[in-house]
T-cell receptor, first 114, second 120 residues
């Protein structure tokens, strides 16, 4: 079974631009969560999607948005990029069928904002 | 609000020895889950072990065990017989259980991580 895939793996953008990151969950997983990892703030939760609906949201500005498609694939968008948005963006999928719903992470997209 | 604290920025251990990575947490939710993840330099987060707040016994997964002390709100990871490949960043995380339709979901709150270095 293929794992969580994220594209692109690396991205360089300039301030003010926007960016879209993609995440394909493990087959059969319907829950997708996004996290931002930076050296200063560590790992922070962005949002969670299940059945195309946002179920939970972290404390990030409205420039960060996401969506989920009917095949469970998810995208996140960051508009008007700032230098502080440089980070590793991790996507995780979950089957939501077990008692504890382990999250399986993808390799991440490393975003650099110049 | 949930909080996870990992007080050891870095730990060193000799190959084949055991090591304990500390994790304390704070939550007012009676139902929660505790996770440990390993993050090698490649960046991918690898699930190691899980402990539910109502589990009576400490979780074990191969060389990994979780020393769960609920009253003290601690969930330390014990790695036995360390290997060179265990060198990585280790994160403790907590999930607050929100029940909908009989399954739990929710965000993970992570600690700051501990860098483990295994010496030959």
């Amino acid at each position: 079974k293929a794992g969580v895939t994220q594209t692109p793996r690396y991205l360089i953008k300039t301030r003010g631009q926007q960016v879209t990151l993609s995440c394909s969950p493990i087959s059969g997983h319907r829950s997708v969560s996004w996290y931002q990892q930076t050296p200063g703030q560590g790992l922070q939760f962005l949002f969670e999607y299940f059945s195309e609906t946002q179920r939970n949201k972290g404390n990030f500005p409205g420039r960060f948005s996401g969506r989920q498609f009917s095949n469970s694939r998810s995208e996140m968008n960051v508009s008007t990029l700032e230098l502080g948005d440089s980070a590793l963006y991790l996507c995780a999928s979950s089957p939501r069928t077990s008692a504890y719903n382990e999250q399986f992470f993808g390799p991440g997209t490393r975003l650099t904002v110049l | 609000a949930q909080k996870i604290t990992q007080t050891q920025p870095g730990m060193f251990v000799q190959e084949k020895e055991a090591v304990t990575l500390d994790c304390t947490y704070d939550t007012s939710d009676p139902s929660y889950g505790l996770f440990w993840y390993k993050q090698p330099s490649s960046g991918e987060m690898i699930f190691l072990i899980y402990q539910g707040s109502y589990d009576q016994q400490n979780a074990t997964e191969g060389r990994y065990s979780l020393n769960f002390q609920k009253a003290r709100k601690s969930a330390n990871l014990v790695i036995s017989a360390s290997q060179l490949g265990d060198s990585a960043m280790y994160f403790c995380a907590m999930r607050e259980d929100n029940y909908a339709g009989g399954t739990s979901y929710g965000k993970l709150t992570f600690g700051q991580g501990t860098i483990l270095t295994v010496h030959p």
